[in-house]
């Protein structure tokens, strides 16, 4: 259930299952005990995947305080990229040089983008991290898995003096770019993934807007639950997800009522996810289930590593979110509905052109 997901502007439909037809922010609004009982107006997550068969323009995102200011109340955008496949010669942008306000006014009035904008050759199985406040653009020749804060606030630094659809030059945001250019970040050099790679699992990124992993599948393997709810695209080879042949191009919703995930075959798959917000009710946990991997009852305490610190129960009693929604998912999984599927139309979703 991806392509698109809930954003207004590109929602995406459920394939088959008991809500067959209905949208995902449908399911979002009306379901929220599949996804945990995440907090949020909107579903989390936004995850495209864009076919550049032309540059795209040069962008970038607020964080959340600007866009709530600026733009109505708006979150900000946080994104990141998985280089599916690419031309040998591709490049993408990603950051830039200015050391400041004024010296990026001057090198855009000047027309110096060689000299500001950071350009990289990228490769199949690249990622970048795209913190809001980063320019960026992604180049022709490029297919890229994108997930992303579902939000549309997009500032464009730079279209390439080029005309749109209708002949006319796209609106620029340069003021607005200059006041969300991170200046103290420091521009990538590359993207080769250098994450450790832990039983075919690599987490490429993990911060509070999501959590992005890569998972090689070569035989059998499980996952467990870890999170309110999982978006996998299986971006290459073929297999089984809980017994339903899935091949790539496929995309699915792992609800928080899926407890494990049984994945066969030969295939490689991206999973999102996003941190579960603080919760409405008790952190306490209550009941008996699996938290982590491991087996757990009411008042135990789970050690993980750091990056899961905030999942588990530790020593010190804070309150974590994790045991309340172990609890959910538990209770939940009678008689639930199981994966909730949907093959994108085509292979792939390509760029339509709003994002250009
Ligand atoms: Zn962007």
Redesign the pocket.
């Known amino acids: 259930m991806l392509g698109h997901l809930a954003h207004p502007n590109g929602d995406c439909q459920i394939a088959e299952g008991p809500y067959a037809g209905h949208t995902l922010s449908w399911l979002w609004a009306e379901h929220r005990e599949l996804f945990g009982n995440c907090e949020g107006k909107e579903f989390p997550l936004l995850i495209k995947i864009l076919d550049a068969k032309d540059d795209l323009s040069i962008?970038?995102?607020p964080n959340d305080e600007y866009a709530a200011e600026h733009e109505n109340g708006s979150l900000g955008?946080t994104?990141c990229w998985y280089v599916l496949d690419c031309e040998p010669d591709a490049t993408i942008i990603v950051g830039q040089r200015a050391k400041d306000r004024a010296e990026a006014a001057q090198m855009i009035e000047e027309g110096r983008w060689d000299d500001m904008l950071n350009v990289l050759p990228i490769h199949k199985g690249d990622f970048f991290q795209?913190d809001s406040g980063t320019v960026?653009?992604i180049k022709t020749g490029t297919l890229i898995l994108?997930t992303?804060q579902s939000s549309d606030v997009?500032y464009r630094l730079y279209d390439y003096d080029r005309p749109g659809t209708d002949g006319n030059l796209r609106p620029l945001h340069i003021e607005q770019s200059l006041d969300c250019i991170d200046f103290d970040a420091q521009a990538p050099t590359d993207g080769t993934v250098t994450a450790p790679e832990v039983d075919g699992v690599t987490e490429l990124e993990s911060n509070p807007c999501y959590t992005v992993d890569r998972v090689r599948v070569n035989g059998s393997k499980t996952l467990d639950q870890r999170w309110p709810f999982m978006c996998l695209s299986v971006i290459d080879g073929e297999g089984t997800v809980c017994g339903d042949p899935v091949h790539k191009g496929s995309h699915l919703l792992a609800p928080s009522t899926v407890s494990s995930i049984d994945l066969e075959g030969k295939m490689e798959l991206i999973i999102s996810t996003c941190r579960p917000p603080v919760p409405k009710r008790s952190p306490t946990g209550r009941g008996v289930g699996r938290l982590l991997g491991q087996s757990c009852s009411h008042g135990e305490h789970i050690k993980c590593s750091p990056a899961r610190a905030e999942l588990a129960i530790d020593q010190t009693p804070r309150p974590v979110p994790a045991s309340l929604w172990l609890v959910t998912t538990i209770k939940k999984q009678q008689g639930a509905p199981p994966l909730i599927k949907r093959e994108s139309p085509s292979p792939y979703i390509t760029n339509q052109g709003a994002?250009r």
């Open positions: 962008q970038i995102h955008k994104e795209i960026h653009a994108e992303q997009t994002y």
